[in-house]
């Protein structure tokens, strides 16, 4: 698959058969998310695997959200904003969720192309997931990814906005380029 069409390809999944995906390609989708681009080139970035159908449930009570619970494994995202507060100081929030986000859609991407699907969830219950999987003080839960394969037929993609309603040339809401001037000059 190539690049363009995991990206157009790519969707939310929240309806899992429960059946685990080859954590060897899990990995090699990690592998790839290792790859993103880094404040400092400090990675920050951890990837924890999660299993276990206890822990599973208690990472989805946590999630409240209950599709989370149906998925064949979890990736709970981490990222030590401690080490990039020694390089960065006050920034060092901004730059970690940064870091951690380019690192998400790097792997949502890469498992699209493994034929992995999954849903990046960003709302949770920070000490429930923290205890579920033993995440030490240092380090903040960024996401956690829920994995596997649908349990339905394919739905067509919710349409996206047109792309004249998102970009804008030199000032917020013009929405043609203007040509640019020219000048000539006039010789005597």
């Known amino acids: 698959m ?10 939310s999944v929240k309806n899992f058969d429960g059946k685990v995906p080859n954590w060897r390609k899990v990995i090699q989708a990690i592998d790839i998310a290792r790859h993103s681009p880094m404040a400092g080139n400090i990675f ?7 299993e276990d159908r206890a822990k599973i449930e208690k990472i989805a009570g946590a999630c409240q959200q209950s599709f989370v619970a149906k998925a064949g494994a979890l990736i709970v995202v981490t990222s030590d904003r ?23 859609q790097n792997l949502l991407l ?15 219950d920070d000490v429930g997931v923290r205890e579920a999987v033993k995440v030490p003080g240092s380090e903040e839960v960024e996401a956690v990814i829920p994995i596997g394969f649908s349990s339905k037929e394919r739905v067509s993609k919710k349409s996206k906005d047109s792309l004249e309603t998102m ?4 000032k917020y809401g013009v929405k043609k380029k203007e040509p640019e ?8």
Not at 167 to 170: H, L, R
């Open 2 to 11: 190539q690049l363009v069409d995991a990206i157009k390809s790519r969707k």
């Open 44 to 50: 920050s970035v951890k990837f924890t695997i999660v």
């Open 82 to 104: 401690e080490k990039v507060r020694k390089m960065f100081d006050a920034n060092e929030k901004g730059f970690a969720q940064q870091q951690a986000g380019a690192a998400i």
């Open 110 to 124: 890469a498992l699209t192309e493994k034929g992995i699907e999954s849903c990046w969830v960003g709302f949770f």
């Open 167 to 170: 970009v804008f040339f030199e």
């Open 181 to 188: 001037t020219i000048i000539r000059r006039a010789w005597a």
